[in-house]
């Protein structure tokens, strides 16, 4: 079976010579394979002879010629359009249970819970036509599926959704926290409770910080009445410990209800759900919802990239972990040098003890939010002055922001022709950072015209491009999915290697850390008030003090050496707790 798509955010009628059409062979031949519409060009599937050339010649990277199992035709559930976007196959919700959507963007997550949820009805494929519930049903006959699409075709289940985007609820409304909250359901406080959102029951929704919204939501979300919850990315904008705090919460929320989470910090996936579908496919083509598996074994087969069952590769490379701690002493020579350092603000201080940076070493930096690192990385960066202490070098700094604004007007080429020529055309630059973030198919695009988790992309390779001694990225894993992360994760780290040169890292995100830290540096202190940064430590005792103060710890899973949170009050949670070792490294 071959599918044909166009993916319309990249296809560019107007700046184009319709390449596609001119260098058909079918189209040469007489055949109307490729056709001109009013807003872009039409191929048709069963006159395609899957040679891709006009995938090639394509200069916007706008085409996607695939060929997939005959079988899987029979799975079609809904498609957009002629040459639009296409899933297979559904995740099953299960009474009592979490069950987890892990998968790159782009291929069918959100779809599938809009589906779920009533919000799309599906066309099983058929998308001139008016969708009915009724061929679902027909498709699921004799399953416990076509029960449920039976009940939300009548009504019967009651859904509630916590959107993926967030920020956008502010346009919808502008009152308060509370207010809110009492119009959707009256046992809200036990929500405010959980989340630790009593602070913001006064403020205006477009007051709250990203976080703050973000707990609000997935409050509101919880509070509704329902049968079945849904709760799109709900750790995105969090630090550590509220993710594990709202885990914590949709966890027992599952006790009594059916509970579907997309979720790409695999750590949080891995302490949250009981089962998870994988999705794989081509962003913006198709997806293919995998059969479930228990959380642990699933987790590992996406690491893996390889489904057995269904002999299906969607990755090239194994990610792997470190199965001990990477580095345990300073390096002898250090980039920066640091005084105790002291920045106040009007309501808000951090004190950072003396410290240096060593070179050829990546530092994670770890802590709550509003606690003081990205004040800290700025500092460094000399984007902002200490209050008080020296800073003691005289290097060159590259530095990714925690916010990032698509600000620069041209393509991602003009922008790196104009910031980091000499690295575009380096091979070791090419092989570990533009290859691994997939930067090459977004060289032609727009930069206002990316999504959150491309500009993510094409911004880190910026800051590795320019040449410098010290790489300072805030919060590079936001906005990337699971693949992407630890992509980036690799690529930050080869790249720091083969360099020699020196990284800090702020994210809040375990595996990405763990991933790409060689050391630690360990932020304290009450949130929005007061700061304190202490390190850098070895990977063992930096994590240790980090998720001490969490109240967490973790083992290494044997197979993929992965990090895993420990089940709270297990023989082993308190076996490490009474030992100190919140980190499992071994």
Known sequence: MRIAVILDDKCSPKRCSY???????????????????????????????????????????????????????????????ENGFRL?????????????????NGIGKTTAIRILSGEIIPNMGDYEGNPSWGAIIDHYSGTGMADYFEKLADGDIKT?????????????????????LKKVGKDYMKWVDALDIENTLDSKVGNLSGGEL???????????????????????????????????????????????VIEH??????????????????????????????????????????????????????????????????????VVMYDRLVKKWNSF???????????????????????GKTTFVKMLADVIEPTEGKIESDITVSYKPQYIKPDYPGRVLDLYHTQIPDSLSNSLFKAEVLDPLGIETLLER??????????????????????ADL????????????????????????????TERAGMIVDHDVYFIDYVSDLIMDFTGTPGIHGKGEGPFSMQEGMNRFLEDVGITFRRDPETNRPRVNKPGSHLDRKQKSNRDYYYTS
């Open 19 to 81: 390449e596609c059409i001119h260098y058909c062979p079918r189209v040469r031949t007489g055949d109307e394979t490729v056709v001109k519409t009013e807003d872009g060009v039409r191929i048709s599937e069963e006159l395609c002879s899957g040679c891709g050339i006009c995938t090639v010649k394509c200069p916007f990277d706008a085409i996607r010629i695939i060929n997939l199992a005959e079988e899987l035709d029979e799975d079609l559930i809904h498609q957009f359009s």
């Open 88 to 104: 297979y196959r559904l995740p099953t919700p299960q009474e009592g249970m979490v069950v987890g959507l892990l998968g790159a």
């Open 160 to 180: 509630s959704v916590k959107p993926q985007y967030v920020d956008k609820i502010p346009a919808h409304y502008t009152g308060e926290v509370e207010t809110l």
């Open 214 to 260: 973000q707990r609000v939501a997935i409050a509101a979300a919880s509070t509704k009445e329902a049968d079945i919850y849904f709760y799109d990315e709900p750790s995105s904008y969090l630090d550590i410990k509220q993710r594990l705090n709202v885990a914590r919460a949709i966890k027992e929320k599952s006790k009594e209800h059916r509970v579907v």
């Open 265 to 334: 910090d695999i750590a949080v996936l891995d302490f949250l759900a009981d089962n998870v579908h994988i999705l794989y496919g081509t962003k913006g083509a198709y997806g293919v919802v995998a059969h479930p598996r228990g959380v642990r074994r699933a987790i590992n087969t996406f690491l893996k990239g390889f489904l057995e069952e269904e002999n299906i590769r969607f990755r090239d490379k194994v990610i792997k972990f470190h199965s001990h701690a990477p580095s345990t002493t300073l390096h002898p020579d250090p």
């Open 349 to 371: 201080k951090l004190e950072t003890e003396p410290g240096e940076i060593p070179k050829g070493e990546v530092i994670g930096i770890v802590g709550p939010n509003a606690t």
């Open 446 to 467: 727009e930069i206002p015209k990316l999504s959150g988790g491309e500009l993510q992309r094409v911004v880190i390779a910026l800051a590795l491009g320019r040449d």
């Open 471 to 498: 790489y300072l990225l805030d919060e590079p894993s936001a906005y990337l999915d699971s693949s992407r992360r630890m992509d980036a994760a690799r690529a930050i780290r080869r790249y720091m290697e083969k």
